[in-house]
């Protein structure tokens, strides 16, 4: 028995109670209806409901101030125990009735009374006056503490002799009142936690989601950047080693023919002449093997530093403006032209002929540059 009733005691009672409490009901609704359904919480308990459901698990039947003796009489004979006397500790017997009244001009509009009205008899809404409905005021006073300006009364309700029908009446229509209540209360509450759940969980799934997605977007990024730059800077190189090839190519064959010219008509220059043509063979080759080397995979373990190293220079490389880069290219091609006309000063013969072909070479290549 007390434990199915501690049970009810923990089912709200718009939901359904499980089937082992259903058996109680009958009782504890007895129990509720002989209670005043004042909704005062003097008892100890929420409301008159939940000291049915705790007298029905055996709680006394004295605790009801606004039933009084005459309630303890009631709930002694339905229940067959011994009618003792109310337990003032929980309040005197009310010796009159009582409703709410609220000096309006006092109200300031907080809704705090509204929100301590067990039965809605509070009409008002924020910022504005408010009133007390008297017909549906049970006399609780739970509304008289909350209020924060003091405006709230207790005064004598205009009929103190109800007939008996008048006093069911209004018990009925309080219960009704304070059930619908604590419906609408707990259906808020469940739909405030739903919604609070549904934030968490949608917080939670937005932020995984924007944390991954951004993760990927930074690696996908960088991983383009460094194989667009890995891939610029193979590709400048090739087409650059492929013009130096074609240039020591070119410059060995005409070494080559020179060699063979010599050998049949200025054999003293043959040894300068081989000199050069082997030069031209080292430059070939060397520029061959830097064009295989491009097509060959860096290890592992050095890409990343490669690969940084690139980065690095495209990125001072991007820094520079176009004229510093063309004033840069320039002064490097003066620098050269005149080391090779201090060399063509002292030079003879075939050597001779070599340097200024590299002169002529640099200057069509300065005039290009500045054409560009
Ligand atoms: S009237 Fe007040 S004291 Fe009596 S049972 Fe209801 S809530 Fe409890
Ligand atoms: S108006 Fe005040 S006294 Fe009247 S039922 Fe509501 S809370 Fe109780
Ligand atoms: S608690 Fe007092 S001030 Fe606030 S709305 Fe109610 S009567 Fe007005």
């Known amino acids: 028995m007390w434990r199915l009733a501690a049970l009810a005691l923990q089912c709200p009672p718009h939901r359904n109670p499980p089937a082992a409490v259903t058996e109680l009901i009958p009782l504890i609704d007895a129990i509720d209806a002989v209670l005043p359904q004042t909704q005062c919480t003097k008892c100890g308990y929420q409301g008159c409901r939940p000291y049915a ?34 337990d ?25 009374c509204i929100q301590a009205c067990p039965v809605d008899a ?4 924020a910022k504005l006056m408010h009133t007390v409905i008297s017909d549906i005021c049970t006399g609780c006073d739970l509304c008289v503490a909350p209020c924060p300006v003091d405006c709230i009364d207790m005064v004598p309700a205009a009929d103190q002799q109800p007939s008996a029908t008048a006093v069911q009446q209004k018990a009925d ?22 919604r609070k759940q549904a934030r968490i969980e949608f917080h939670e799934q937005t932020e995984n989601a924007s944390s991954e997605a951004r993760n990927a977007a930074v690696l996908a990024a960088l991983a383009a950047v460094r194989e667009k730059a890995a891939q610029q800077s193979v590709d400048e190189q090739r087409v650059k080693l492929e013009k130096t090839l074609a240039a020591a ?10 060699v063979r010219e010599a050998e049949q008509r200025q054999p003293e220059q043959l040894s300068v002449l081989l000199a050069r043509r082997e030069d031209m063979r080292f430059k070939v080759e060397e520029t061959r093997k830097k064009l295989a080397a491009l097509d060959t995979p860096a290890p592992a373990a050095s890409t990343d530093a490669a690969r940084s190293a690139v980065e690095r220079m495209l990125a001072a490389r991007s820094r520079k403006t176009d004229r510093q880069r063309l004033d840069e290219a320039l002064a490097t091609l003066d620098n050269k032209l005149a080391a090779l006309q201090q060399q063509l000063a002292s030079a003879d013969g075939e050597e001779a002929i070599f340097l200024q072909e590299d002169i002529e070479r640099l200057q069509r290549k300065r005039e290009q540059l500045l054409a560009e």
Not at 249 to 258: D, L, S
């Open 53 to 86: 459901e705790a007298i029905a698990a055996g709680d006394a039947i004295n605790k009801c101030p606004p039933g009084g003796q005459a309630g303890i009489a009631k709930l002694a004979q339905l229940l067959d125990r011994p009618a003792i006397p109310l």
């Open 88 to 112: 003032t500790s929980h309040g005197e017997e009310p010796t009159e009735l009582k409703v709410a009244f609220i000096r309006e001009a006092e109200c300031i509009g907080c809704t705090k």
């Open 122 to 125: 509070i009409l008002g809404a």
């Open 173 to 194: 229509l309080s219960r009704e009142r304070f059930n619908r209540r604590n419906t609408r209360l707990q259906q808020q509450a469940d739909a405030r936690a739903a």
């Open 249 to 258: 190519e070119e410059r060995f064959a005409r070494a080559e023919a020179k």
